[in-house]
């Protein structure tokens, strides 16, 4: 049987290639999942803390699938398995159930409450519910936090982002009491490897760091001897809850530089803690203003481990440079991520032709400028993009590489060149929680990676099948 | 800490009590109810169940009315394969915003369908109603009626809102959704020797090879609309004279209502294992009643099984004595697992399903050993447990259930619809055993925490070490 290898994207059920106007409406094999979906990823980053989705199994199901076939983990997301009734007489009763069985079977020490788009548009009271249950059981039993994440209204990169957001409002005391030498990092949605270099970091700094999330050992752990019913990990609601004492927090993503409602700022206006909003530490100028912040924070200099990691990475830079300089990047994902790579790109000589986003961002445009050197004027920016229009924009400007998920495989397939795996989901390779990619180290891993992506499809188009290049 | 050092502490929920039983107990049994409320069941909803059923029609246009998530999780992750369009394999979904949430999606719907049935020319398209359009209330059909009449592409609603039910109601509206279809073609050049072949999914190209043996035996294989479907086999499906349903909770429902309109017989069968192989293809020829189709029958299974089973035996001697615990959607896949495993040497200690009825577990209780578990719509904790509490050695389910085996140290077998290798028919069994034995029988077990023997103490740790609960868990507490 011969099997059609075309890019289904572009095909007409006859075979020929689809010609007219490209449809616009629907969304085309989408550059996002949904809200619920980043939250649920920050509260499995919170220590004891179960995620629960408010409405129907599905949802919870799904994203549980998602989520373990990039992680490989144990992902145990609880739904309150709304059926018709409830979606039209309201959740309560499922709620309440659904928190009963939960604190049964995982005695949970967070219940980390996320709305789905059927119960938000139900108009559900979450806050009530809440409340009600807590009343009746007199303030037995975990606390409960509860975040909104209508999907219609955002993307997980929201929902991840207002996560963070709502547990610190939940937890962070006021206090007047400030510890010198302790900081908070809000990372971006990272790979386990990246939560943990930055713990490192943190030390080398001799900071103490509350970060929030960190799944880095509830998503990626050790081989158990014992069942756990939470995976062990993450940060423990005791430090949220002093997070209010740090000498500063240091928030990781453009876009949240740019949220006036971020956790960051929150902390910051509510609680007095100062805010260094910064990008994704992805490239040499992007890690420098970071470990500026950690210097500033800390009051120590760079030690000279991260020194001698820079400077490998500006000798890797020089090594290959000849290799990546001029080449042409199409790169998605979640937006603070673009933007990252977008300026490490750049800075290598590699030109990011197109950027591209599933999200809906307030001045993506803006922030892209500011990182890539020499003016975006050439790149094709898609915010609230698909991969539909991501293949559109690749088959007219004909990039040499792709960065992002593995789903941009059918992509770098029909174009027939690499694709450098970063982000979420990566559900075709191993090891997507251990890719480095934030810090100097990082980046440098990541260099590699891509230099080695292009030489690699250099080596498999010659003629002559070169081993040595 | 939490964690849980003997299996035996973490209990079943009350509810649920009577969805866990052994066999010997006397206790009874229940199942087909919804699911606990806070379980973390292992269950998705009836939207998936219908986009498992009809996607693998690849020339229709598939969408999803909704917002993004339910469209985007299903984005061409199963193992379905098609022989030509591969339109299937695209997510496409009205994506609904706020204001459309508010205001209604139907323009939306309509415009998005009209575009997409412009561009790519689909032979059919589905349109899916997720939770949200079950609550605005969209006219989803009438917008289908029209976009039929405008485009004369047939536009047919998928009635699936995810809060109807499990998979099951799903299964039910794609059922229907399909039977539209159902009648519309020309059902000349079909011959009196034909059949449908429902609920096979074509996963790594299963169903290729079931249609190889009846064509070999002079059998027409008329439609397989599950696995590799197209829209015209479906509108002539009526002509042929016999249905094999394979996974049955999935096709029943389709070829109920062939059998009442138009008097095509049905058979249960399965093609996953030699016997279940064998019984299928002797069914549809011992149906059609001709001594020359019997005998070809008999031939083809001869010369499958002596080709296939001496190449058995090397991984029948690996796994001899073994034990394994399933977990699956669907009941029939269960009968035909504890049977293979059987075949294999191994013992099934443990048996679930997703959405088995009452009927299904009866004949499960039937094949199954003395002190087999079985279980309804189970969740981690309570699989967890059980593969402790029997110390299992191979695990069998989905992707959701893998990390449960791989924390505990226990070898897993993907059998769901992402697996890519194929794992049905005589060369199927193979295959199915290689990957048991391979994993099975691989040696990074012996790292496992839970398996490490005295030999293999860690580096530098000491002997009270070897006292750690994890090893009572796997070996005293086994019951
Ligand atoms: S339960 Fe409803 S909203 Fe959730 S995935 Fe299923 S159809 Fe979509
Ligand atoms: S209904 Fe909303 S929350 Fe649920 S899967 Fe769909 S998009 Fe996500």
């Known amino acids: ?469 | 800490m939490n964690s849980v050092n003997t299996p035996s502490s973490i209990r079943v929920l009350e509810e649920r009590s009577g969805q866990v039983w052994t066999k010997g107990s006397g206790k009874e049994f229940s199942c087909d109810k919804k699911s606990a409320a806070g379980s973390v069941t292992q269950r998705a909803c009836a939207f998936c169940g219908s986009r498992v059923v009809l996607y693998p029609i690849a020339d229709a246009l598939h969408i999803v009315h909704g917002p993004i998530g339910c469209a985007v999780y299903n984005w061409d992750i199963r193992g379905s394969l098609s022989s030509g369009p591969q339109l299937n394999r695209n997510s496409f979904s009205t994506d609904l915003a706020e204001k459309e949430v508010i205001f209604g999606g139907e323009k939306k719907l309509k415009a998005s369908l009209i575009e997409l049935i412009h561009y790519y020319r689909p032979k059919a398209t589905f349109v899916y109603s997720t939770c949200i359009v079950g609550l605005i209330g969209d006219d989803v059909e009438a917008v289908c009626k029209q976009v039929t009449k405008e485009t004369g592409i047939d536009c047919i609603q998928v009635d699936s809102p995810g809060f109807k039910g499990t998979k099951k109601s799903g299964y039910q509206a794609a059922c229907e959704a399909a039977y539209k279809l159902v009648g519309t073609g020309d059902t000349s050049g079909i011959s009196p020797y034909s059949i449908n072949l429902l609920g096979e999914f074509n996963i790594a190209g299963e169903a290729w090879m079931i249609r190889g043996y009846f064509e070999k035996i002079g059998i027409q294989v008329v439609s397989t609309i599950t696995g590799d479907g197209r829209v015209d086999d479906l509108r002539r499906c009526h002509g042929a004279k016999l249905n094999l349903v394979q996974c049955s909770g999935s096709m029943t429902h389709l070829s109920k209502l062939l059998k009442d309109n138009y008097g095509i017989p049905m058979e249960r069968v399965s093609f996953f294992g030699f016997e279940d192989t064998a019984r299928a293809i002797y069914t549809a020829a011992e149906h059609f009643g001709d001594p020359e189709l019997l005998r070809r029958a008999e031939e083809l299974v001869r010369e499958e099984i002596s080709l296939y089973a001496p190449k058995l035996k090397q991984y029948k001697k690996r796994l001899k004595g073994k034990k394994a615990a399933l977990y699956v959607g669907g009941a029939f896949k269960a009968f035909s697992l504890v049977l293979a495993l059987r075949a294999l040497g191994m013992k099934t200690v443990l048996a679930g399903t997703q959405t088995g009825s009452a009927e299904d577990y009866e004949q499960l209780k039937e094949i199954c050993d003395q002190g087999t578990v079985i279980v309804d719509d189970s969740n981690p904790l309570e699989l967890a447990k059980f593969v402790l509490e029997k110390d299992v050695d191979l695990f069998i389910g989905g992707v959701k259930e893998r990390p449960i085996a791989f924390k505990l140290g226990v070898a897993f077998c993907d059998h769901n619809h992402e697996r890519k290798i194929p794992l049905a028919g005589f060369e199927g069994m193979l295959h199915f055993a290689e990957e048991v034995a391979n994993s099975a029988c691989s040696p990074v077990w012996k790292f496992a925490p839970r398996r490490q023997v005295k030999a293999l103490r860690l580096p530098g740790s000491d002997e009270s070490a070897n006292q750690d609960p994890g090893t009572l868990a796997s070996k005293g507490g086994a019951a």
Not at chain 1, 114 to 131: F, H, P, R, V, W
Not at chain 1, 191 to 220: G, K, N, Q, V
Not at chain 1, 393 to 409: C, E, H, N, Q, V
């Open chain 1, 1 to 469: 049987m011969n099997i059609c290898k075309g890019n289904p994207d572009t095909l007409t059920t006859t075979g020929e290639r689809t010609e007219g106007p490209l449809p616009a409406a629907a969304t085309r094999n989408a550059c996002k999942l949904c809200t619920p979906l980043g939250a649920a990823m920050v509260f499995k980053g919170v220590r004891g803390c179960l995620p629960f989705l408010h409405g129907s199994q599905g949802c919870a199901t799904y994203i549980r699938r998602y989520m373990i076939s990039h992680f490989r983990e144990p992902v145990d997301i609880a739904s309150s398995s709304f059926s018709e009734d409830d979606a039209i007489f309201g959740g309560a009763k499922n709620f309440a159930q659904g928190v009963d069985n939960v604190i049964h079977q995982y005695a949970p020490e967070l219940i980390g409450v996320a709305t789905t788009c059927l119960s938000e548009t139900i108009g559900d009271n979450m806050l009530g519910m809440i409340k009600t249950y807590q009343d009746k059981h007199c303030g037995d039993g975990p606390p409960l936090v509860h975040v909104s994440t209508p999907a219609y209204t955002g993307t997980h990169s929201d929902g991840y982002y207002s996560a963070i957001r709502e547990l610190i409002k939940a937890f962070a005391q006021p206090t007047r009491i400030t510890q010198p030498r302790m900081v908070n990092i809000l990372p971006a949605m990272m790979s386990c490897a990246d939560l943990r270099h930055l713990r490192e970091i943190c030390a080398l700094y001799e900071l103490e760091a509350t970060i929030l999330p960190d799944y880095s050992s509830t998503l990626e752990g050790g081989s158990w001897e014992c069942y756990h019913r939470i995976s062990p990990g993450g940060t423990s609601l005791d430090e949220i809850s002093e997070m209010a004492t740090a000498a500063a927090t240091l928030e990781i993503g453009h876009t949240q530089a740019v949220d006036k409602d971020s956790a960051g700022s929150w902390l910051e206006r509510e609680r007095g803690v100062r805010c260094d909003a910064l990008g994704w530490p992805i490239g040499i100028r992007l890690s420098d203003q970071f470990f500026a912040a950690m210097a500033t924070a800390s009051n120590r200099p760079m030690p000279a481990i991260l020194a001698d990691e820079r400077g490998r990475l500006v000798d890797a830079y020089v090594d290959a440079h000849k290799y990546v300089s001029g080449k042409r990047a199409a790169i998605f994902g979640e937006p603070d991520l673009v933007v990252g790579l977008a300026a490490f790109m750049s800075e290598i000589g590699v030109r990011p032709v197109i950027c591209a986003t599933g999200s809906k961002v307030k001045k993506w445009k803006e922030l892209l400028a500011s990182e890539i050197e020499g003016g975006t004027a050439d790149v094709e920016i898609l915010s609230d993009a698909d991969h539909a229009k991501l293949a559109e924009a690749a088959r007219t400007l004909k990039p040499d590489i792709i960065l992002g998920s593995s789903k941009g495989y059918p992509l770098a397939r029909e174009l027939k060149i690499p694709l450098v795996r970063i982000g979420f989901p990566i559900h075709d390779r191993i090891g997507a929680q251990r890719m480095l990619s934030v810090g100097y180290r990082g980046t440098l891993e990541l260099f590699d990676r891509v230099a080695n992506a292009l030489l690699e499809s250099r080596q498999d188009d010659s003629a002559t099948g070169y081993s040595y290049l």
